[in-house]
Structures are given as structure tokens and as C-alpha cells.
């Protein structure tokens, strides 16, 4: 069974930083490739950032880009996401997902490439 667990999220002022985890079992993070959405209250679902497997390349969305860093720590097993210069239109509820198979490294921005998912993590951001 699948599972992953968000952790680190809550209430800071803009411009503070926060590291969010993606704690996960049944798979391995470094084998699948990962990602991050977001959303907020009254819009849909959106894409963060995403990791590759092994590799680790990364993509960003542009609205984060040069303020948020995905990582990986295989020996935890969790995916992490640092969060810089918050500013208020980042406040949303965060999701990571795991790509259930293995693929050949690429890095994946439609919610409908993960398999699983988490059950978010909420930041809010005030001005």
C-alpha cells in the first residue's frame, strides 16, 4: 500500500520561508518520479514542481520559479519542498504525488501522470 504524508505547513508572513515533507511508503522516491501541486480556496488544482528519479531533474512552475527547491532524501524516503519569499497568492493547500511506475527520468506536470497522492498540507500566507 502506498501511502504519502504532507507535513510543515502553517501560517507565516510574506516573505518568510517554509519547508514542506512529503514523508512516503510503499514505494521508493528515488526509483519514481515525484511532485508537488498546489491548491487554492476556489481554483483548481495546479502544478508546483516535480523531481525525476535518480536524476534529479527538476521543473518548476513558473510562478515559483528561483523561490521554491524541490529535493529528495532516499534514505528518509521523503520529498521535501523549500519554500522562499512566500508571498500571499501562494497561500493554498499542498500535495505531493508519486508516479506509481518507473520510467525512464523524465520530469511530469499533469496531475494525471501520479498514481498517489497525499492528503495536503495547508500554507497560508499574510501580508
Known amino acids: 500500500q502506498v501511502q504519502l504524508v504532507e507535513s510543515g505547513g502553517g501560517l507565516v508572513q510574506a516573505g518568510d520561508s517554509l519547508q514542506l515533507s512529503c514523508a512516503v511508503s510503499?514505494?521508493?522516491?528515488?526509483?519514481?518520479?515525484m511532485g508537488w501541486f498546489r491548491q487554492a480556496s476556489g481554483k483548481e488544482r495546479e502544478f508546483v514542481a516535480a523531481i525525476s528519479r535518480r536524476h534529479t531533474n527538476t521543473h518548476y512552475a513558473d510562478s515559483v520559479k528561483g523561490r521554491f527547491t524541490i529535493s529528495r532524501d532516499s534514505a528518509k524516503n521523503t520529498v521535501y519542498l523549500q519554500m522562499n519569499s512566500l508571498k500571499t497568492e501562494d497561500t493554498a493547500v499542498y500535495y505531493c504525488a508519486v508516479k506509481g511506475s518507473i520510467d525512464f527520468g523524465n520530469v511530469y506536470t499533469p496531475q494525471n501522470e501520479y498514481d498517489y497522492w497525499g492528503q495536503g498540507t495547508q500554507v497560508t500566507v499574510s501580508s
Open positions: 510503499g514505494r521508493t522516491v528515488s526509483d519514481n518520479a
